[in-house]
C-alpha cells in the first residue's frame, strides 16, 4: 500500500496539500520511503490542487494524509479510490504514520 504526505521539507508536514513542495511516499510493504518533487505543481498560479491530486491519481496512492485539501481537488480524489486521513498541523511525516498505524486519524473520506 502506498501512503501521501505533503511535506514542507521531507521532515515535516505541509499545511496544504496543493501547495506542498513535496511528497513523501511510504510503501507499507517495504518500509520504503520515496520523495516526490511537487514544486512544479506547488509554484503555480492555478490549478496547484487539481495538478497535485492528478500526480496522487498518476502515481497510484492508496492513502492520502494531509492537513487540508482545497475543494477542487478533493472533488477529484473523492472520486477515486483514495482514502484521506486528516493530519495534525505542526506533525513530522513520523508523527503523522504513527498515528495512522495506531488507528488514530480522523478519516476525512
Known amino acids: 500500500m502506498r ?3 505533503p511535506s514542507e521539507d521531507k521532515i515535516l508536514t505541509a499545511s496544504h496539500f496543493g501547495r506542498a513542495p513535496w511528497f513523501v511516499f511510504f510503501e507499507t510493504e517495504t518500509k520504503e520511503y520515496k520523495y516526490i518533487d511537487n514544486s512544479s505543481h506547488s509554484d503555480s498560479s492555478h490549478g496547484a490542487g487539481v495538478n497535485t ?9 492508496d492513502t492520502l494524509i494531509s492537513p487540508i485539501l482545497g475543494p477542487k481537488a478533493t472533488d477529484l480524489i473523492k472520486n477515486s479510490s483514495i482514502k484521506v486521513y ?3 498541523e505542526n506533525s513530522t511525516v513520523e508523527e503523522v504514520l504513527t498515528l495512522y498505524f495506531k488507528n488514530s486519524l480522523e478519516i476525512q473520506f
Not at 53 to 61: I, T
Request: net charge negative; aromatic share 0%.
Open 3 to 5: 501512503i501521501a504526505i
Open 86 to 88: 486528516k493530519a495534525p
Open 53 to 61: 491530486a492528478s500526480l496522487m491519481l498518476e502515481s497510484e496512492v
